[in-house]
């Protein structure tokens, strides 16, 4: 799901998705029903220069919060299909005491399908300015960041992962969010996260 302003800015995601296996299509966030959603075997939530903190900003992206709440389809928001997540959950979307811009160390706090492999800590892309306050009723946290308290979430119940930072910004040096990102594809294809 393509939430940035400008069509086709989710264009290094979509390499990392398909890098890592999977059958890819782009639909922007005006077509997010949860019918729309639960054709796929996953659906990943992009990143957005929008900003959910300022007044009135979330009624484009109400269908959107919608589908996440309605979708049996595993979900992965990244940054800010993360804080859309939080949001249609019932947290608030707070700004950043300053904009983070680059890789953080993040501690890896719960076991989980989706850091499979990876170590306690790991190395992702931060770029935000505006963060999940506080962990949504029903979900566990699962990483945090120097910069980033709710770096990664899941539901205890269905299948939706967030994460603030940007897996599909990686490197040979840093292939930390490719693996996750991977994780996420390899899961989805098995079926396992699906709810029945």
Do not use: W
Request: glycine share 10%.
């Amino acid at each position: 799901m393509d939430n940035y302003l400008v069509h086709g800015k989710a264009g290094q995601l979509k390499e990392s998705l398909a890098s890592n296996g999977a059958s890819v299509s782009v639909t922007g966030s005006s077509e997010s029903t949860a019918r729309r959603f639960n054709e796929y075997d996953g659906v990943v939530l992009s990143g957005s220069p929008a900003m959910l903190s300022e007044k009135g900003s979330e009624v484009q992206f109400l269908d959107e919060m919608n589908a996440i709440k309605e979708s049996q389809a595993p979900l992965l928001g990244i940054c800010f299909g993360h804080q859309l997540m939080g949001r249609a959950y019932g947290s608030r979307v707070i700004r950043a005491s300053q904009l983070t811009n680059r890789y953080v160390d993040t501690e890896v706090l719960a076991k989980d399908a989706l850091f499979s492999g990876l170590p306690k800590r790991i190395s992702v892309y931060e770029s935000h300015y505006e963060l999940v306050e506080t962990v949504p009723e029903g979900f566990l946290l699962l990483a945090k960041s120097p910069t980033s308290p709710i770096s990664a979430m899941r539901h205890r119940k269905l299948p939706l992962f967030g994460v603030q930072f940007h897996p599909e910004r990686n490197s040979a040096g840093r292939p930390d969010g490719d693996t996750l990102v991977g994780n996420f594809v390899k899961a989805c294809a098995s079926g396992s996260l699906r709810v029945l």
